[in-house]
């Protein structure tokens, strides 16, 4: 059993580009794991080459961040000009360092980068991010530089993040290569969405959204020109990995169609993926390559290829985080009946439509149901689907309607829930009678509320309570898609849920 | 010419139904003015009939916010129950009253509308807002209901917005029906949009993303079940409203369809608008159906008649909000040609991908531009469009770059501008030289940024400065998509713009 697992190992890394592959056995049972990825997230050691406190450079601003956010394993600086740097002890070169290192940052320039790269050889440094830019997103020339540094890597055996990225952040280890102010970026708190982006600004931009929206990460990589190390392979570091529950991916190209594949449909099996595609018309082709250097190639092939692997495809950025946020708080539809109960007839009738439109399944309410209700509710409440509280609607009405038609009745699939809350009968207790009603129906439901202060505050209630909420008709019915097309594809796939 | 004029009213006149329409003539040289709807909004005296300070009751407010918001009219309540509301003198019957009232506020059981209808055409009061419910909107019972108020008002010659409906707000004269508290919708600015919406949550939940964004209304109309008063005739006296620039429209259905085009042909020709319509598939027809009465009809006949009169349709709460934005905003686009610029390359293919799926024109930078930006930029940034100052800009890149890109050449049409501040070489001053920028260059420039608290922050800055400024590069591009569609309609019917 302990061989047939070696020999699966050594599949995998004949099939990585022939780069090696460093294995770690634990235990006298032979329970071992590959450890190739694991020292991008959670380095014991870090070089960081070229360091200095000189707030333009970046790997100043790469340090502080380390240090600010509580980076628990050993900080290295090299750099022949200085004796210390924040404190810690600097040194003239990686072939001064005694201790093992697991990881170099290199934020230099360019030209300078196969040098550093070569010494990293030298001392068995088998892990590298690198941060600087001049390489393949420069055209011809840069790509040449590229191919060098790409050349030295296979040769010795080195793994690369990069270059032309920003890098990694795991907010269990702490690590991050981050260069941007936490001032000015909110930092995201603990939690189970992974990201990964060949955008900087991309990744920095969705990192800022998602943590303004309280979703929890746990790693964001940004691989930019991807010399090595691309979403294939860290998504099948990812499938493995505990603290990531979803991914979301923003793709200008694929590293290796194949493998994508493969390693997509294995771990869309047990996490949602999400991905966001750019690069659909010439326009976007163009500025690609010239962004990342990627060959962005024909978008129907991207399409086919999501569809096989079971990967949720998005279309924009907020559709992307929104759904990210649906994907970490609720579970899939095992259908596609949806019911739609509101206090605003209105933003109801623009769901409705919304639901039609993108194919959910907008049924009527049983009779037996609305008969039931009819004995409860005024003359004016519309029975229907959408049910329509009407603007008198008080917080009990919610909990009669959704005991009748989403707890006592299997009908529906799940339920999109609409309280406005401008009218005084309706008050913050709300919160609690749907969100209670919610889980005891074991039925997905989201919330859609419109407007500003006071919405945003009934807003974070819901999400405390795990009912993600969306501030339009449109936004909250993509995000209920994303929930019955992840509940086809489990059901397709005879998964469990 | 003033028998010519009057014969024109009178043609009006005739086509509204049948219904009356009080003529004004105004100033011994014929100068006069048709003042159908005008009592609608700026009344000098409102009747609110069924007037309590029982907060159960939705009269009191309604009371209790034309008296915060500062409406200068004379405010009325009647009630036989009382002899006093919130201080004012309280009267048993509209009969009792003396002077001269131009308009009443019905909020009362439906049963009990037609009578007060009765006895305020015996007091010769010839508009009326009819606030309550439970008319077309309950199916057949209910319809008889409102054919009879319906019939009452063309036989006494009443005009009605409603029933069903929240009525109006208007910012000029601070008045206003609306009995949603200003404690949990925030009220909008004074400013030069207008929004007609069949649905009152739909409105109201505008109205708070609205002030919420800092965008300035004129006047808001919800009409109901719009037994009288619709969009075609609102149109009509918007057209001739001068604190009204841009008019936004939510549809469920259409009151008249040939007088609408008529309508909306004439306003856009001088005025921006914009139509979000719902019910475009089964379920949405439905429950607008069951929402507001209205027949929601065959999509496609709207979408034609939207096109041909001038108006830009969107397709979600966002949009609307947007569209509403850049048009009160920026001027509409000559051309199509869109010069991009960013110092986060992934937002910039991005938002160049989308420019490319939504028929925009991402034409390449000159050459001859290009070679003198060459001079002045570090080679790594690229200069094609997008143009990408890279995670290295500093503010002096975007002055550099707009100059020579937007202010002295003409190759391009319009810009949207990506400054993303994460990087700490960005400063605030960025936003007074774009700015300056796009102003010199008289050409329409949109701005996306992407992120958290410390964005918006430079958000509200642009926006101080009359540039607009969208969360996403979906949403931006579509903003500009509005202008350049503007741009074609005023060029295509050789309007000046």
Chains 1, 2 share one sequence.
Not at 451 to 477: D, Q, W
């Amino acid at each position: 059993m302990a061989c047939l697992c070696v020999e699966l190992i050594q599949v995998t890394v004949f099939n990585c580009r022939g780069l090696f592959l460093e294995k770690v056995f634990w235990g006298a049972n032979s329970t071992f794991r590959i450890m190739t990825l694991e020292k991008f997230f959670n380095p014991k050691s870090v070089a960081v080459i070229g360091a200095t406190e000189n707030p333009q450079n970046i790997t100043s601003a790469i340090i502080k961040n380390l240090i600010e956010t509580g980076f628990k394993g050993r900080l290295v600086p090299v750099n022949p000009k200085y004796k210390e740097v924040f404190g810690f002890m600097c040194y003239s070169s990686l072939l001064d360092i005694k201790e093992q290192i697991d990881l170099t940052v290199i934020a230099i320039p360019s030209n300078l980068v196969p040098e550093a790269l070569s010494q990293q050889a030298t001392c068995g440094i088998k892990n590298s991010i690198i941060v600087s830019g001049g390489f393949g997103e420069l055209g011809d020339k840069g790509m040449a530089l590229e191919e060098k540094i790409k050349s030295i890597c296979r040769k010795e055996g080195i793994r690369v993040i990069g270059p032309n990225c920003i890098g990694v952040l795991d907010n269990y280890s702490n690590f991050s290569t981050s260069f941007l102010p936490w001032t000015r970026v909110k930092r995201p708190i603990k939690g189970y969405l992974s990201i990964l982006s060949q955008s900087g600004s991309y990744a920095i931009s969705v990192i800022d959204m998602l943590a303004q929206e309280g979703i929890g990460i746990s790693k964001i990589v940004n691989y930019g020109n991807r010399a090595d190390v691309g979403e294939s392979e860290l998504i099948e570091y990812l499938t493995d990995d505990k603290s990531t529950h979803v991914i979301g991916i923003y793709m200008e190209s694929v590293d290796d169609g194949r493998r994508f594949i493969n390693a997509a449909s294995h771990c869309s099996r047990s996490k949602p993926m999400i991905v966001l595609k750019v690069g659909k018309g010439d326009s976007g082709i163009d500025a690609a390559r010239s962004h990342t250097g990627a060959i962005a190639g024909k978008y129907e092939i991207y399409k086919a290829a999501f569809k096989k692997s079971g990967i949720v495809e998005v279309s924009g950025f907020e559709e992307f985080t929104d759904a990210c946020k649906v994907l970490l708080m609720q579970k899939p539809v095992r259908g596609n009946k949806i019911l739609i109960i509101t206090n605003g007839g209105g933003v109801g009738v623009a769901v409705s439509d919304m639901c039609g439109v993108n194919g959910l399944d907008v049924a009527r309410t049983p009779s037996s149901v609305k008969e039931a209700l009819s004995k409860r509710f005024s003359k004016y409440y519309i029975l229907n689907n959408p049910i329509d509280l009407t603007g008198s609607a008080v917080d009990e009405d919610y909990d009669v309607a959704m005991k009748s038609v989403l707890v006592d009745n299997d009908f529906f699939d799940a339920a999109i829930v609409i309280p406005l809350m401008p009218p005084q009968t309706m008050t913050e207790r709300v919160v609690e009678i749907i969100s209670q009603r919610a889980i005891e129906s074991g039925k997905p439901v989201v919330i859609c509320t419109i407007g500003g202060e006071y919405t945003r505050k009934i807003k974070v209630m819901f999400e405390e309570n795990g009912i993600p909420v969306f501030p339009s008709p449109e936004r909250c019915v993509k995000a209920m898609c994303v929930l019955v097309e992840r509940g086809k594809f489990i059901q397709n796939r005879g998964i469990l849920s």
